[in-house]
């Protein structure tokens, strides 16, 4: 059984940074894709950025050039880094592996359970 297990969260002013960590496990295949995604109450889970099995990205708008997503395929371990953070940044981050081309929410069958952020003002 594939798990996955966010790490990271916490809370920081805007400006500052945090990096989120997520250790996967229990998986053979290497055509993957990883993700972040990230929810507040009442809104729909969005996407954030997402990095495919030849490490290839995808950044949402709202985060490009602010957030960095890694892997260490030796840890199999999934970042994202967190830079210059905003308040409406604000939400519950989850990690997400998906097939190897996975865009949508509904390609991703492996979901963590959340790693909260919170960004003051």
């Known amino acids: 059984e594939v798990q996955l297990a966010e790490s990271g969260g916490g809370s920081v002013e805007a400006g500052g940074s945090l990096r989120l960590s997520c250790v996967a496990s229990?998986?053979?295949?290497?055509?993957?894709?990883m993700a972040w995604w990230r929810q507040t109450p009442g809104k729909e889970r969005e996407g954030v950025a997402r990095?495919?099995?030849?490490?290839?990205?995808f950044y949402e708008d709202s985060v490009k050039g602010r957030f960095t997503i890694s892997k260490d395929n030796t840890k199999n371990t999934l970042y994202l880094q967190m830079d210059s953070l905003k308040p409406e940044d604000t939400a519950t981050y989850y990690c997400?592996?998906?097939?190897?081309?996975?865009?949508?929410?509904?390609?991703?069958?492996?979901w963590g359970r959340g790693a909260q952020v919170t960004v003051s003002s």
């Open positions: 997400a592996m998906g097939w190897a081309y996975a865009r949508t929410r509904y390609d991703f069958n492996v």
């Open positions: 229990g998986y053979k295949y290497s055509r993957y894709c």
């Open positions: 990095i495919y099995y030849d490490s290839s990205t």
